[in-house]
């Protein structure tokens, strides 16, 4: 089973109650591995490596906690990047060969 396959419409609800349940001591932030477990829980199958991008990304004060906002504006990210790579993986092999050019367009042309 593809990472993508399992396409689940996230809503702002989802999300919500998917942190919040995460977040178990309502400090309104989770860590690394609260992060990986609530997107897995959305069907997203990626690597160690790529949550330590995001949460290079998205831990604001260095402390390896992402806030609430910033756990939306990831999710939103990861759905809308994965279905354009979706749209351009016609094999649904989790694989796309496009240039440096058709990349520029892919990321530039989807709204996020």
Known sequence: KQWYQRRVAITAGDWQNTFRFY???NSGSIDQNELQ??????GFSL??????????KFDRDGS????????????VII???SAAFQRKDTNRNGWIQINYEEFMELVFSTKI
Not at 47 to 56: D, H, P, R, T, V
Not at 66 to 72: A, M, N, R
């Open 37 to 42: 477990t609530a997107i897995a829980s959305f």
């Open 79 to 81: 759905q809308t990047l």
């Open 47 to 56: 690597s160690a490596k790529f949550y330590n991008l995001i949460m290079l």
């Open 64 to 75: 390896r906690r992402v806030c609430f906002d910033d756990f939306i504006q990831c999710c």
């Open 23 to 25: 977040d178990r001591d």
